[in-house]
């Protein structure tokens, strides 16, 4: 609705009321729940051609609704979030892109193990022009919950709203009925910038596909696989609901399902899987970069109602494979310490600003020891384009299984340290996922292989 047909509806509501019997005042009246968005899928080109999937994406700018308020944003194919794609794994994605922007873009594919031609980062490589059409190409080996979004310019585009979803299924798994994206946005978050996308003076929005606080209705008895995504550039939120478990991360499933309050900060993403007989609330707990999980009572982000209450159903029976972490040496290879302050907005790491660093250098299929030690007064999600890595320790405490992620945070004053086998060629992207603590500088380069040409 826009904002003149609000106001007459709001005119229309007046009157009507004036002659209507109004409810008792001690029986609140119940809110409309506002229903769950699945994002519609990206219709795939190719029938004939199983092991390809063509979809085309233009992003535009494009005026849509959030909280009831309008926003001038920008959209691939006109919805916010994008088209989910939804792959099996072993198909080649072909994505064919039309800039109808008026600035240049490009697509990275969060946590997918591309060429780095089709990496989508500028570094090397030139972003789409207005009015120019790319074609991104690749096959996807991976299962599991991915994403795709700008990388030019990319605080601001992916907070107007370019983002998407990709879902790669292995079809060995046993599969949810209701299996389902819900993509984190939080609407506030640039409000100090002119090109703020318009929701000055509104108090934080968290959003789940565009929609704030919905309702998601399922079958009787349905398995119900949640896939989170965290699409704002700043805002971490706690997870927690009644019969909500933990199966997967950033690279599918984990070897150990987990149970209790799950930290989704931005670039991450988690699944959940539900079995309820009832409905039930999912709860974002807040979560302040500057000190953690803050006092104040969680707020709902989603309900999930059965159509019917019953006895819950019974779990998925996902195989867990249960493999504990790698060692954690004695030796390091490569240190990232991250530095900055927000009073400034100097963002480094190692000392360097990008775009004026230094880019480390891995030989082809190196196995090396990454250590981050976080000495600033804000927590930052770490994130690696064109690799995953296993997570080895949190300030020298291993996890209790093998923990496999591309974009990890980090805590104020923590030393986390990850495992990378460096098998992907190129001149990758090593930033923040608080975009714009990363278009601040907290970005460098790590080069992978002998790609000719040099970096810098
Ligand atoms: Cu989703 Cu370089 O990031
Ligand atoms: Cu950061």
Do not use: K
């Not at 063509?54 to 909280?67: D, G, I, K, Y």
């Not at 099996?88 to 990275?108: F, K, S």
């Not at 992620?405 to 930033?431: C, K, Q, Y």
């Amino acid at each position: 609705m826009s904002r003149p047909s609000i106001l007459l509806a709001a005119l229309i509501g007046c009157t009507a009321q004036a002659d209507q019997v109004q409810p008792p005042p001690d029986r609140p009246v119940p809110a409309e729940p506002v229903a769950f968005v699945v994002p519609a899928e990206a219709v795939d080109h190719t029938p004939d051609d199983l092991d390809r999937v063509t979809v085309r994406l233009t992003a535009a700018p494009h005026s849509f609704e959030v909280a009831g308020q309008a926003v001038q944003g920008w959209a691939y194919n006109a919805q916010v979030p994008g088209p989910t794609i939804r792959l099996v794994r072993g198909q080649t994605l072909r994505v064919e892109l039309d800039n109808a922007l008026p600035d240049p873009t490009t697509i990275h594919w969060h946590g997918l193990h591309v060429p780095f031609a089709m990496d989508g980062a500028t570094w090397m490589h030139d972003p789409v022009q207005p009015g120019e059409r790319f074609v991104y190409e690749f096959p996807v080996d991976q299962v599991g919950t991915f994403w795709y979004h700008p990388h030019f310019d990319t605080a601001r585009q992916v907070d107007l709203g370019l983002y998407g979803a990709i879902v790669v299924v292995d079809p060995q798994e046993p599969q949810a009925e209701v299996d389902v994206v819900a993509i984190l946005d939080s609407w506030d978050e640039v409000a100090d910038r002119d090109d703020h996308h318009g929701l000055d003076g509104v108090a934080p929005v968290l959003t789940i596909n565009g929609v704030r606080d919905p309702e998601l209705a399922v079958p009787a008895g349905a398995t119900v696989r949640l896939r989170w995504i965290n699409a704002a550039n700043i805002a971490y939120v706690g997870l927690s609901g009644a019969g909500l478990r933990t199966i997967g991360g950033d690279q599918g499933l984990f070897s150990a399902p987990r149970e209790g309050v799950e930290l989704l900060t931005p670039g991450e993403r988690l699944e959940h899987d539900l079995a309820i007989g009832d409905a039930s609330e999912i709860l974002a707990h807040p979560w302040s970069l500057y000190g953690g999980a803050l006092p104040h009572d969680p707020e709902r982000l989603l309900s999930v109602v059965p159509e019917v209450s019953g006895p819950p159903p019974d779990r998925l029976p996902f195989t867990f494979d249960g493999r504990p972490p790698s060692q954690d040496p004695p030796f390091t290879d490569l240190v990232y310490v991250l530095h900055g302050d927000p009073t400034t907005g100097d963002w480094r790491i190692n000392g360097e600003r990008f775009p004026d660093i230094t880019p480390h250098r891995l030989p082809l299929d190196a196995d090396v020891v990454i250590e981050v030690r976080n000495l600033s007064a804000s927590e930052h999600p770490f994130h690696l384009h064109g690799h995953a890595f296993e997570l080895l320790s949190r300030n020298r405490v291993q996890p209790p299984h093998r923990e496999v992620h591309d974009t990890f945070n980090v805590a104020v004053h923590e030393i986390v340290r990850l495992r990378l086998i460096a098998d992907n060629p190129g001149h990758w992207m090593v930033h923040c996922h608080i975009l714009p603590h990363a278009d601040d500088g907290m970005m460098t380069i790590l080069e992978v292989g002998d790609m000719g040409g040099g970096g810098h």
